[in-house]
């Protein structure tokens, strides 16, 4: 499957799944609460708000494009995460999906621990306060300067992702007079029903050690014996925007497996097991994601019931949603700019931002939907395709949805489910200036991420 569009245009593209949206759907001004952040509604004059305050003003204050992300449902979907894993367990909010410090600090009130992949993200979470033994560090090429620094601040766990790893991290730690505390991450032929791109525990691909062919046994042996490392546990990620709890089945029961070779082998019982992210949420009406005390309730059974199988201890589990937290929370709030209408084909909506902002559809053909926010409209619906204003046809941010046909440049137009892998995947393609996310709660709304400026532009260019 090619990943971007046709030059020729999406009708010669062989991703674009035209059609996608049969019918309209029967109330365009309608905000499917499985899409929305949970405190978006429309006033009385039919204007989109969250948290209490209109997009009309919120543009006016903030600008477009910006990201606005609703602080308490936020903080909800952290406590309904930690309550449902509860005492034993461990929820580590994945940073990457967007991270800042205003959300370090979210996490920390809310009872959240962190996973970093990158120096920066662990400069934002230790910058915010977080404390060191909270946080993960990940990652499949960390650098040594990173692992000294994570090290040396004492993170609660490294994730080992190779062969090199477990030697490199054991020297690091044992230079520094340190025993660090890791988990291996392994991969355990699951492919995730999802967008190949985004699946990662298959075995093909360059996260983790295989499981296959004792790959994992032999890294538990290696680990095992070096002074540096303390070795806690067995990681395992499946891949991303997943809905089947069959994949975390499967996964968890060959983690289990590898428990008890390791038992049998060495007479040690690893006392956890992370089970990773990637839990699925609704980008459109057509998805059913599950609640965490579905998950929890799920994930738990299965690793209860393999370990009484196998006849060990339940060891403690963690998982590290990033998506599932942040994903629902945030809207794309975008100004419409130009309006093409193509006879027979669909209007082409184009917005103040783009592939800059959101480059998921261009990246994994993902789906969004949109709304007319800044009023409602009892205009006929429209086919409508929303791109950016990049120098790319495939700078598309909703491939296929229903607008209403009165649409006019100057409408603001919101794109909910942005929350997770938008802000954090920004770029400045076409000198873009990255957009601001704004956090609005009970009323008030605080910028956290400022909007970049030409400024911040030219200081990086130094001439
Ligand atoms: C990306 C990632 C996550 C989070 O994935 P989501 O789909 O955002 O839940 C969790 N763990 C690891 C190791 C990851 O790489």
Known sequence: ???????????????????????????LNALDEKVWARTVTRDEDGVITVGGIGVTRLAE??????????????????????????????VFYAGKAFLSRAVVRWLQEE???????SGGELTCALDAGMPAERIAFHGNNKTVAEIERAVAVGVGRIVLDSFQEIARVAHIAQRLGKRQRVQIRVTVGVEAHTHEFIA?????????????????????????????????????????????????????????????????????ELPEIDLG?????????????????????????????????AGLATPRISVEPGRAIVGPTAFTLYEVGTIKPLEGLRTYVSVDGG????????????????ALASRTSDAEPMLARVVGKHCESGDIVVKDAFLPSDLAPGDLIAVPATGAYCRSMASNYNHALRPPVVAVRDGQARVIVRRETEEDLLCLDVG
């Open 111 to 117: 009872g959240l621990n962190l996973d970093v992949c």
């Open 61 to 90: 204050e903030f600008g477009t494009p910006a990201y606005f992300l609703d602080e308490s449902d936020f903080r909800a979907r952290c406590r309904a995460w930690a309550d449902a894993f509860g005492r034993d367990a461990d």
């Open 277 to 309: 992210g990637g839990l699925g949420i609704a980008y459109t009406s057509e998805d059913d994601p599950r609640e965490p005390h579905e998950i929890a309730k799920a994930l738990g059974d299965i690793v209860t019931r393999e370990c009484e199988a």
């Open 1 to 27: 499957m090619s990943r971007s569009a046709h030059p020729a245009g999406p009708r010669h593209a062989d991703v674009m799944t035209e059609g996608h949206y049969t019918a309209p759907p029967a109330d």
């Open 200 to 268: 990662t525990a298959h075995e093909d691909q360059k996260f983790g050690i295989a499981l296959a062919g004792g790959q994992a046994a032999e890294a538990v042996r290696r680990a095992l014996t070096l002074d540096g490392l303390e070795l806690i546990g067995i990681h395992s990620h499946i891949g991303s925007q997943i809905f089947d709890m069959a994949g975390f089945e499967v996964s968890a029961r060959r983690v289990v497996q590898l428990l008890a070779e390791v038992r049998d082998e060495h007479g040690v």
């Open 355 to 370: 592939m800059s902002d959101n480059i998921r559809t261009a990246l994994y053909d993902a789906e969004y939907t949109v």
